[in-house]
């Protein structure tokens, strides 16, 4: 289903009403433009044509200085990274571990918002890890709105934050931007569901995100969490994560 298609000559950016998942664009121009969507570069050669399959996105940016043209795409049947966990199941090993199979004790919105801190708190270890799976690239224009999951940037860049956008110091137009990126919270309706890929960790860090939440939900009812925090400190030096439990 076609959502949005555009032609111009030189940079764009364009943020779209609904998220999309596939991408056509043709470069008309005789110099290589670049194009980015979902945190990932392209490059495509003059007189050349990209077309691919993205996780779900909804901002698309364009370096170039010729003509191009585009159209965007979005999938009736798109379910996610399949290959991720379920949210539903990450929520069953977490009432397994504060011994709550039956959901007597924590409502399922109670346990998915341990899990969002544990996300938040996951997504600090690896940035401070310089973990590459949690950079993003984009495309930067004066006065672009900052990303709503910006922590940092990776590297020093001319620019500074001015209020909620980003101000370029030098001439530049335009340029690619790296940043370390927060992952996404999940909400009660998303429990059952495949999220888009980067709104998940590698399956190498479900253990830890599981523990994590666990130690969230017993510290509310001032259970004696000392153990569970000495099992998750040797979780993580096991992914090669060294932080604070």
């Given at each position: 289903?076609?959502?949005?298609?555009?032609?111009?000559?030189?940079?764009?950016?364009?943020?779209?009403?609904?998220?999309a998942t596939?991408?056509?664009?043709?470069?008309?121009?005789?110099?290589?433009?670049?194009?980015?969507?979902?945190?990932?570069?392209?490059k495509?050669?003059?007189?050349?044509?990209?077309?691919?399959?993205?996780?779900?996105?909804?901002?698309?940016?364009?370096?170039?200085?010729?003509?191009?043209?585009?159209?965007?795409?979005?999938?009736?049947?798109?379910?996610?990274?399949?290959?991720?966990?379920?949210?539903?199941?990450?929520?069953?090993?977490?009432?397994a571990?504060?011994?709550?199979?039956?959901?007597?004790?924590?409502?399922?919105?109670d346990?998915?918002?341990?899990?969002?801190?544990?996300?938040?708190?996951?997504?600090?270890?690896?940035?401070?890890?310089?973990?590459?799976?949690m950079?993003?690239?984009i495309?930067?224009?004066?006065?672009?709105?900052?990303?709503?999951?910006?922590?940092?940037?990776?590297?020093?860049?001319?620019?500074?934050?001015?209020?909620?956008?980003?101000?370029?110091?030098?001439?530049?137009?335009?340029?690619?931007?790296?940043?370390?990126?927060?992952?996404?919270?999940?909400?009660?309706?998303?429990?059952?569901?495949?999220?888009?890929?980067?709104?998940?960790?590698?399956?190498?860090?479900?253990?830890?995100?599981?523990?994590?939440?666990?130690?969230?939900?017993?510290?509310?009812?001032?259970?004696?969490?000392?153990?569970?925090?000495?099992?998750?400190?040797?979780?993580?030096?096991?992914?090669?994560?060294?932080?604070?439990?």
């Amino acid at each position: 289903m076609i959502i949005s298609s555009n032609s111009g000559t030189g940079n764009h950016t364009k943020a779209l009403q609904q998220y999309a998942t596939r991408v056509n664009i043709i470069n008309d121009g005789a110099t290589e433009l670049t194009v980015s969507v979902n945190g990932q570069i392209i490059k495509v050669l003059g007189l050349e044509q990209f077309e691919g399959n993205f996780s779900p996105f909804n901002l698309i940016s364009i370096i170039a200085t010729g003509p191009w043209r585009y159209v965007i795409e979005a999938s009736e049947t798109f379910i996610g990274d399949t290959t991720a966990t379920p949210n539903g199941e990450i929520i069953k090993r977490i009432r397994a571990l504060i011994s709550d199979k039956d959901g007597i004790e924590f409502e399922t919105s109670d346990l998915v918002g341990f899990l969002n801190n544990a996300i938040d708190w996951l997504s600090l270890q690896l940035i401070q890890n310089g973990d590459k799976e949690m950079m993003k690239e984009i495309i930067i224009t004066d006065g672009m709105n900052i990303p709503n999951d910006f922590i940092k940037a990776c590297g020093l860049y001319p620019i500074k934050r001015n209020g909620n956008t980003f101000r370029i110091l030098d001439d530049s137009e335009a340029f690619e931007f790296q940043y370390f990126a927060n992952r996404s919270h999940i909400t009660v309706n998303e429990v059952d569901v495949y999220l888009p890929t980067y709104s998940v960790f590698k399956p190498i860090y479900d253990g830890v995100l599981i523990q994590k939440t666990a130690i969230i939900a017993l510290n509310r009812d001032e259970y004696d969490i000392t153990q569970d925090e000495a099992l998750l400190a040797q979780s993580l030096q096991a992914i090669g994560v060294i932080g604070s439990a």
